[in-house]
Nanobody, 121 residues
Framework: QVQLVESGGGLVQAGGSLRLSCAAS????????MGWYRQAPGKQRELVAT???????NYADSVKGRFTISRDNAKNTVYLQMNSLKSEDTAVYYC???????????????WGQGTLVTVSS
């Protein structure tokens, strides 16, 4: 069984930084795109950033210039460096990956359990 496990969330003051990590484990043949999404209280889940296997990135306008997504393919891990945090960044952050468990399988969309980021003003 494939799973994604996030870590690194917590409480930080506005203007501060946090680094989230998400590691994939289980039966993994390959991983295509990976990404981070977030869901604030009372709002829908939204895209934060994505990264392809080759390193091409995409960001939500609200985080451009402040957040950086990266990945270590050898470790099946994706990171999100968050700088200049604002109160509106407060949300549960979810990791997402397109994972192929075995060579004979198609790609599955897998979600992590989420990690809470709280930015105090």
């Amino acid at each position: 069984q494939v799973q994604l496990v996030e870590s690194g969330g917590g409480l930080v003051q506005a203007g501060g930084s946090l680094r989230l990590s998400c590691a994939a484990s289980g039966s993994i043949f390959s991983i295509n795109a990976m990404g981070w999404y977030r869901q604030a209280p009372g709002k829908q889940r939204e895209l934060v950033a994505t990264i392809t296997y080759g390193g091409n990135t995409n960001y939500a306008d609200s985080v451009k210039g402040r957040f950086t997504i990266s990945r270590d393919n050898a470790k099946n891990t994706v990171y999100l460096q968050m700088n200049s945090l604002k109160s509106e960044d407060t949300a549960v952050y979810y990791c997402n990956g397109q994972i192929r468990p075995r060579i004979q399988d198609g790609y599955l969309e897998v979600w992590g359990q989420g990690t809470l980021v709280t930015v105090s003003s």
